[in-house]
């Protein structure tokens, strides 16, 4: 485990609130409005910390575990990435499986604390969330098979790490359907637009929002710390991807991760000012097409 | 050997003692849990020590017995079995005592009692058996026992439909395991199964044969699509700890035939490890589509044992490709991963049966849409539950994710190689799949069954199972806990298991296997850890501002808190899912002004099964036409009969 992985994964964390505020921006000023400051979520979590919780009687310690588990879990999962362009603090042969689970445990916890309060608003935010995360976890595997095949390796952190950068001159037509598969992917497991709309008010339409309804205060906060990792951590999949750091410096490598993410999360906003949410039933056929990419990717490398 | 011998003999006596003493049922009962639980016990001491790498004896029946010397053996693919075998018969045997307290005097309880007691030894003795006659004879005792146990509640039609189908698989599948072994032991010095080994069939159609047959016989015992159709029906017929044995051990022996066919074989041929590792995608699949559509909590589950069934298929496909294409590695991972999934399943899904079973005590329902809020009536019930559930959707920290691990590490191994084997990577893609269904359907479960509000005045009325059926609860969900927080401790096992079937591996290949074990422990530790470790900081620090915990639930800005029929229903949850895969899923939608449910049929059994069954029957009555009962036509039938033969002698010219 080396410091300056240990090191960037500190300073994913901090600076995770930041990307939602980024995308944020992003989109104001494309839609030509000033728009929140780019910090906004540290001073919700600020405030919200700052608050005490409500419960509603309905509930059990399932609604007040689901938070700590998804933070605790997409915390866990960026443990595997090698945020420092080398090595990964925590690797092991075949990693990328806990790398999903964990994202499904995340989402295990979360969808199951917002049905423990027996609101049909969560129920269908949960229903929803479910059946495009089980079409979303092929996707991510068909991604990562398409680095392991191109890299050699079965660990992320090789996958990402040193050997991606010889793998690049190889298998550049793979990897960059990979890595734009993975930049759909994000936009799904992130509930942005074209899959869920953060701005909407109205939770009918909603997906992950709606999920959270009826969380509040410490547990709010968490949740939306926890959100503001995820997207870090997809954003710095794409990152790595397609900017392989392993011959750069250390300082320069850090200022690449972090450029990277911000220009991941002005993308996100780039998207979300150009066009709208998609029909609920047409989110799957946008996956499979992230899918299909994905696939194209794995064939290519197979011949 | 003598101390499973003595636990096999415990075993068979408590079940004599529950029987007899049926007139003072509650000695027969005390002492008929006392030699289960001793016996069960005692069996699994030297499962465990071959586990740990020990041997042990085989125990040798020669003389009057036909086929050649009854052998019985314990290897570290038989221990695997055993281990499970043991835990689960055990947990189930003593849950079956408070479980059937209710239909005491009503029902032939004790002799109920007698049968779990013989199905456990009938198992324990089908993975130990060395030569076809005890094999076939013990595989009997087991599928006829199991029958017997299926149909404990007669009267009720769905409970002897369930029996029939279920009698009618089985039996269908022993012809084809009586032909598989007639074919192979054709030519062998007895019917060992050292012998077999020794004597392998050579022309590759031979190979076909037994291997087709092979499918036939352990697919329908397993459940494997499209022969699973029997295997929800009699599985929510049974009661529950019936269903627990059947769903986490009995259709396990499918599993184990196949191994031990591969273990005899020495070296399978590629097109059987395609085949596999497609049944596997295709069990996996559907299996768990159709299980999200069910609505009755045992069906329910059933249709997770054919997801599950499939999971071990893809890890026994991978291990068998590996072993044709010569990669010892994947082979092993492969292995090891399918004789682990099937230990992990065994646990956690009688675990999840015997909480079936709890909530259907408690409410008298197993209709999931009527029930809800349980976890505030029954939490124990509820949290073992959420346990298993967490398992068996493969997520850590649990067991289930160890095992899915390891099948997807060998699918991955495959990957990076050269060579034809390479193409089963996309099979990882398929395990995707049907892990992000898996939790859907669970999530389901868990949410309208225990959390938000009762549905029905059952639910509402609930109280929590007497300990008798909460202590076997506990006990899985920690076999379970225990197993997923320490692999370091079962990797190895299991990959003795895992290199056993891939026919042994080069002994420089085994720590570069066992590498990760550690590293694999470190995590899903540091994982539990981690969780524990926030859950407390988060408690530590809001500790100064109470918490409001009396509210009702946000109604969007309506007056009135949401009530229990304004719940998302379970129809509902899976309707997204079922919409995008109704051509496979045999679902009907049945729409009104204020209600929505849907209905499944499953497709194999309406389409394919029935109508089949009924074109059967239609011929069979046709046949029956010769059949007149008049003694002149019979003898006419032999006197032609003996025509033919002569005729047939004749012009084959051996007959003198």
Known sequence: MSGSALAALVALLVIAPLLPGVAVKTKSVLTGRRGAPVLQLYYDLWKLVGKRSVYSATTTWIFRAGPVVMLVSVVAAALFLPLDGRAAPAAFDGDLVAFAALLALGRFALVLAGLDTGSSFEGMGASREVTFASFAEPVLFLCFLTLMLATGQLSLSGMLGVPLLAAWPRAAASLGLAGLSLFVLLLVENSRVPVDDPATHLELTMVHEVIVLDHSGPDLAIILYGSAVKLAVFGALVTEVFVPRSGLSAPASFVALLGGLIITAAAVGVVESSMARLRLTRVPQLLAGAGALAFFGLILLMR | MTLFVAGISLILLAGLTVAVFGRHPSFGQAAFRFLVGLGCALGAIPALAVLAGRGASDVRIAGAVPGGEWVFGIDALSAVFLVAIFVVGAACALYGVAYSGHDQGRRPVSGAHALVALLVAALALVVTARAVVPFLIAWEVMAVVGYLTIVFEPER?????????????THTGTLALFALFAVWGNGAIDLTFASLAAHPPVSAAAIAVVLW?????????????????????????????????????????????????????????????????????????????????????KRLLAFHSVENIGIILLGLGAGVLGVAYGHPVMATLGFAGAAFHALNHALFKSLLFLGAGSVAHATGTRDIERLGGLAKRMPRTATTFLIGSVAIVGLPPLNGFLSEWLVYRSLFQGGIITGGARFAVVAAVALALIGGLALACFVKVMAVVFLGLPRDTAAAEARESVPGITRPLAGLAGACIIIGLLPAFVLPSVFRAGSLLAGGLPPDMMPLIAAANAPVTAFVLALAAGIAVAWLVLRVLSRGRRARADVDTWACGYPLPPTARMQYTASSFAAPLLTLFRPLAGVSVKRTSHSFTTHVVDPVLAEFMLPGWRGVRHVADRIRRMQRGRISLQLAYVVAAVIVLLIYLVFRGGAT
């Open chain 2, 213 to 297: 047959l092979a499918l036939v016989g352990f697919g329908v015992k397993a459940g494997i699509v499209p022969l699973h159709f029997w295997l929800p029906e009699a599985h929510a017929a049974a009661p529950s700890h019936i269903s627990a044995i059947m769903s986490g051990l009995v259709i396990k022996m499918g599993i184990y035939g196949l191994m031990r066919v591969i273990v005899l074989l020495v070296s399978p041929p590629i097109w059987f490890g395609w085949v596999l590792l497609a049944l596997g995608a295709i069990s996996g699949i559907l299996g768990v589509i159709w299980a999200l559509a069910q609505h009755d909590l």
């Open chain 2, 157 to 169: 039609a769905e409970v002897r439909r369930g029996g029939l189908l279920y009698l009618v698989a």
